[in-house]
């Protein structure tokens, strides 16, 4: 996967490289969210981190893939702001010390098979303290008989972010959308605060 990213991030436009994310515009936007110190964990294309960079935020953008963290550089550059951007793996954090005010997470818990959904969020969690604020984003929907052999990796099941993070978080969910006649088939988003 980690050659996928780095040379979907090098070569090509990647398809989700929409802009920020509406649910964290509307959170920033509103008041809810405010400026503080913030971290993107998967930052891909960076686009979450020049937003909130732009608003005032400190923030980190943590991605895996060297191509993407030479991307954001770039666009943080382009942009006129300052960003700090991490090479390290979410699943052993190794380059990263919290702790941090915001968590953004858009897609990549999610991409993650069980095992290292684990792993991440034994990382993630010393990057907290209590009143730390989760904004999680992932394809969610249980999965028709013929997508587990193949897509299990792709999609968390209605539940799993509640099962996985209640024990830290206090948990709001924002929205959540599914429609099996299109694929992926859902998604959710969760503002967590951390207890």
């Known amino acids: 996967m980690k050659s996928f990213y780095n040379i979907t991030y090098r070569y090509f436009r990647a398809p989700w490289d929409i802009g920020p994310r509406k649910e964290l515009v509307e959170l920033v936007e509103g008041g809810r969210i405010k400026p503080c110190r913030a971290i993107d964990l998967g930052s891909g294309t960076a686009s979450n981190c020049v937003f909130l960079a732009q608003r005032g935020f400190d923030v980190t953008g943590v991605d895996y893939s060297p191509a993407a963290i030479e991307l954001g550089k770039q666009r943080a550059v382009e942009a006129g702001v300052s960003a700090n951007f991490v090479v390290d793996d979410l699943t052993k954090l190794s380059h990263i010390a919290g702790p941090f005010d915001l968590l ?92």
């Open 104 to 195: 953004v997470d858009y897609g990549t818990l999610d991409d993650l098979r069980p095992p290292a959904r684990e792993l991440y969020t034994g990382s993630m969690l010393p990057l907290t303290r209590p009143g730390s604020l989760f904004l999680l984003y992932t394809f969610e929907w249980q999965p028709r008989w013929w997508e587990r052999p193949f897509f299990s990796g792709l999609a968390m099941e209605p539940g799993e972010a509640e099962r996985r993070f209640s024990p830290y978080f206090e948990i709001e969910l924002i929205v959540r959308e599914t429609d099996y006649s299109r694929w992926p088939a859902g998604y959710a988003v969760y503002l967590m605060m951390r207890k």
